[in-house]
Each structure stands twice: as C-alpha cells, then as structure tokens.
C-alpha cells in the first residue's frame, strides 16, 4: 500500500515505520497519490499564534477571548480537553478549566500569520479558496509534473514548512471533492492528514451523522430529525423528489452529498459576497451588557477580515435567532463603503436597538454585504455625523500602534464586557 512519511517526505510502500527516519507518523492509503482535492485548517490557530509567540504558554491551557464577562472566540486543546468550546461564557469557560491562561485576541498577529500561510500555499498551486484566516481549499490535480512529487507529498511539505518556518500547525484532509476534503481534515485534529478515497466514500458516510455536511445547524438538524434523518443511510433512504418536496433545493443538495458527490470548484477569484460573524450561545441570554460586548467584537473580527483582504462593504448586516429559532435579520445601507469596526458597530447596534422585545437569543451575528475594494470607503465628510472622521483616524491609529505594539496596546472598553 503507498505511504507517506510525514517528517522526512520519503514515499515508500506499507511498512510499520518510515525505513528513512523510523518516524511513525506515516499516512497510508490504496489512493494516497492519485487524489488532489484537500483542505487545510490550522490548528487552534489563534491559541497557537499565541504560544508561537510565547514559549512560556506552551505546556498552559490557553484561551483567546474577553475578560470575564465576555467568551471564548477559540481555545488550545488543552483547554479543549477541560470541556471549553467556543463562544462559551468566560466564566463557564474559568470554571472548566481555572488554570488557564485568558489572553484578549490580536488580530493583527492572526491576519500576518494567515498572509505568511497563504503565501505558501499559492506556492503549491493557484488553485487558492480561502475561507477564512485558518483554513482554505487547495486544488493540486494536474501539478506533479510541476512539482515533480503527487498532491500529498506537497501537502505534507506544506505543513512541515508552516511548522518550521511559521512555528505552526496544521490538518489535511485529501478526497476528491470539497466536501469529503473537508469532513476528512477533521478527522484527526491536531496535525492530522487524512484522506477519503472514491472507493471508500459509500462506507465511510452510511453510518455517520449528517452533523458532517458542512452548514447544518441546530435547526437544520432539527428539521431532518423530524423527517427521521439522523445518519447518511436514512438520507439514503429518500428519493431525490421527496427530498426535494420536502426540503427545496437543499433537498437537492442533501441527495448529492448522501452520495459523497459534490460538484463544486474551488475557486480563488470567486467574488466575496459577505464578511461576517456570528456565535451560538451556549446558553441563551438577553444580558445587554454581554450582547453589546458580543456586537462590538463581532464588529471588531469583521473589520479585521476587510483590512486583511482590502475589502469593504456598503451594508450592514445583523442577525439574531431567539431561543425558539425565530430568525431575524436587519439590514441598513451607508452613504459610502466601510471596514471600520467602529461604523460596524454603531450601525450594528443601531439595527439591534430597533429590534423589539428583550431576547433572550441564541444567536447574534454581524456582517458586512455589498462587498467592494476598500479604495471607495470611509470617505470623509459626512454632514450627519461630525464626529466620524475623527473617530476614523483613532481608529487608523490604533491599527498602527497595535501592529506595532500588540492588540492589548489599546482596548475599547466595551470589548471587556
């Protein structure tokens, strides 16, 4: 069977350990070498950024979010193994694991490590789709001629030089399609490399639950469930009319993916139609302390995700689902393109003031749409709001001292909440 050290990059046939380097960290599979598809997420990136960047956190549970009243926006699996989620209050979050090391997030370290990550990455092919700062699709089909070595050795030469050069780490999963690609980087969270083969796909999905397919939420999930679908063989179950009766055209969807088909390209230059975030509470709250503290971190990640990309946005956009799964989302315009957080923000918490009632809500997300470069926004002059253009250059500011100081140089005050 074809294998792959990990370490050393030796290829070889199945053996207990590398025969280079005797390392045992070697992946073995009948499609190692003719699939191309594949999809990387770091590793606890934030936390990991963290503890690159301190040596003395490496063996502390590390959380990366506000202060006590605040939550958790990701945490290292030492955490992880205490019980600590994310979006998870702090408190909860201190409870689980007292020991750990909370550390407000500095998104100018992630956004500089995501660039250093996605350099290397456009390396290997130009085949590039981001999703986020941590993870991105890659299509590597048709570049061994190039690189003289199959997709997985690239793959694995990519991880090895986000470790070594970057201090980082990183999960493959290598299928033929984006799908399966991405169910198999979660498989062996951290420093994984696993690969779901066309042979395997109808026995490797049967027994599994449809939680896999990327997008089903608590109210998807719940609405299979209803129609007594919990695992790819009930889904298997329905003809692709029934399921399109019955869900539209996720019906359609769920059909294809039952089968492990998913047709989709990647595709580095698809035009971004929206910049946004959103947390699940774990427990439902109407606290409008915590829900203003949520608004303006959410505000915050947004605008971090639009200077990274050069990208700005013409709308606001926030949703709230309430503890019944009531969805309500609002929407407001502006006179000219913004990426600032404090824009955000107000407009955000502008459209939060106008909704009625007190919650309680299970979730609460803040997005940007309209998507276009950055060159048209934050234009100076608005007559209704004077104060704007001062309030833009303390924030320019503060993007400075922070990229040179570090993110904690300079903390709203709400951000504690």
């Known amino acids: ?104 997030p500095r998104f100018d370290a992630y956004v500089k490590a995501s660039r250093a990550i996605r350099a290397m990455m456009d390396d290997l092919t130009p085949l590039v789709e981001p999703l986020s700062l941590d993870e991105a699709f890659m299509d590597l089909r048709g570049t061994a001629k190039l690189h003289h070595a199959p997709p997985a050795v690239m793959l694995a030469r990519l991880i090895k030089r986000m470790k070594d050069e970057l201090g980082l780490t990183g999960s493959i999963g290598l299928s033929h399609n984006k799908f399966l690609a991405k169910v198999a980087s979660d498989l062996e969270k951290p420093r994984g490399f696993s690969i779901i083969g066309k042979d395997e796909t109808p026995a490797f999905l049967r027994p599994r639950s449809v939680r896999l397919i990327w997008g089903i939420g608590p109210a998807a999930q719940a609405s299979l469930e209803s129609a007594g679908i919990r695992t790819f063989d009930d889904l298997l179950r329905w003809d692709r009319r029934d399921l399109h009766a019955r869900f539209g055209h996720t019906g359609e969807r769920l059909y294809a993916l039952a089968r492990g088909e998913d047709g989709r390209r990647i595709s580095p230059n698809a035009p971004v139609k929206t910049l946004s975030n959103e947390t699940t509470f774990h427990e439902n709250t109407g606290n409008p302390d915590i829900l203003d503290g949520h608004l303006w971190r959410m505000a915050e990640k947004v605008s971090a995700r639009a200077k990274a990309t050069d990208k700005a946005g013409r709308v606001v956009q926030l949703k709230l689902k309430t503890a019944d799964f009531r969805l309500i989302s609002k929407r407001q315009s502006l006179h000219h393109p913004t990426q600032l957080a404090d824009t955000i ?40 709001d004077p104060t704007a253009d001062q309030r833009a250059k303390a924030e320019h500011a503060t993007d400075v001292i922070r990229q040179r100081f570090g993110s904690d140089a300079i903390i709203k005050g709400r951000a504690l909440r």
């Open 1 to 104: 069977m074809p294998a792959l050290c990990r370490d050393c990059l030796t290829t070889f046939d199945s053996e207990t350990r590398c025969p280079a380097c005797r390392s045992p960290r070697v992946t073995r599979h009948p499609e190692l070498f003719a699939l191309g598809i594949a999809h990387m997420d770091c590793d606890a990136f934030y936390a990991s950024v963290e503890k690159r960047d301190n040596p003395g956190l490496a063996d502390k549970p590390v959380i990366i979010g506000g202060g006590r009243r605040g939550v958790v926006s990701t945490a290292c699996y030492l955490a992880r193994i205490k019980g600590v989620k994310s979006a998870m209050p702090m408190f909860q979050a201190l409870k689980l694991c007292p020991e750990a090391v909370v550390i407000k």
């Open 345 to 384: 923000y107000r407009t955000a918490r502008g459209l939060f003031d106008q909704v009625p009632g007190s919650g309680p809500y299970r979730l609460l997300g803040v997005g940007l749409s309209d998507i276009t470069a950055a060159a048209d926004a934050d234009r100076s002059g608005d007559l209704l």
